[in-house]
């Protein structure tokens, strides 16, 4: 198995452009999140899913979207991006309450 | 959400025992206590998790007070792969989603 994997590693964006953030796992996990993590700080959720169809807002949900077409596949989409948007960002997984398994992160600039 | 407080850093020396503890006195009966690490430049990493009773895996054990407000995560023998951020995340098991809401965490420095 794969796990959970990220696409691109690494971004540089200009203010006011737009980009998706891919995100994929293999492990037929219906719970899915996205997170971003600034500098010194832990983790904050931005959007999750419990399943294919199935989106809701996290903490910090401003200037995002996600879609949810597949188990398999949880896209986050950056609309109009703004140098507060600059973090790494971070895609999750679980089966349950018990374990959720991250990919390696997408480290994004917005100049 | 229950709050919780972690020493910033922790050192240790290499083979030693480390114990990283948590302070969560606002936790709820059915809030399960999960840890997490974050090794440097990846994503974190689940560790352990437990209610009530202590917990052991093979990564580490979990020692948790009988009222429930506080924890210690327990690395048997530091290795210098054990350097990391650990994170302390009450987690409610009625919740639909599983959200983790991380805090700063405690930085764990190993020395040779």
């Known amino acids: 198995n794969a796990g959970v994997t990220q696409t691109p590693k690494f971004r540089i964006l200009k203010i006011g452009q737009s980009m998706t953030l891919q995100c994929a796992q293999d492990m037929n996990h219906n719970y899915m999140y996205w997170y971003r993590q600034d500098p010194g700080m832990g983790l904050k959720l931005i959007y999750y899913s419990v399943g294919a169809g199935i989106t809701d807002k996290g903490e910090v949900p401003n200037g995002y979207n996600v879609s949810r077409s597949t188990t398999e596949d949880f896209p986050l989409r950056l609309e109009l991006a703004a140098p507060s948007q600059t973090s790494v960002y971070f895609c999750?997984?679980?089966?349950?309450?018990?374990?959720?398994?991250f990919g390696p992160g997408t480290r994004l600039t917005v100049t | 959400d229950a709050k919780t407080t972690q020493p910033n850093s922790m050192e240790s020396n290499e083979e030693e025992p480390v114990h990283l503890p948590c302070n969560h006195s606002?936790?709820?009966?059915?809030?399960?206590i999960h840890w997490y690490r974050q090794l440097p430049s990846q994503g974190p990493e689940y560790v352990i998790h437990?209610?009530?009773s202590n917990v052991n895996n093979r990564m580490a054990s979990l020692a948790i007070a009988e009222d429930r407000k506080s924890s210690t995560l327990i690395l048997h023998r530091a290795t210098l792969r054990d350097a990391a951020v650990y994170y302390c995340i009450p987690l409610n098991s009625g919740a639909g989603s599983y959200q983790l809401t991380f805090g700063k965490g405690t930085k764990l420095s190993v020395i040779p």
């Open positions: 999750a997984s679980s089966y349950s309450f018990y374990e959720q398994y």
């Open positions: 606002t936790i709820s009966g059915t809030d399960y």
């Open positions: 437990g209610l009530t």
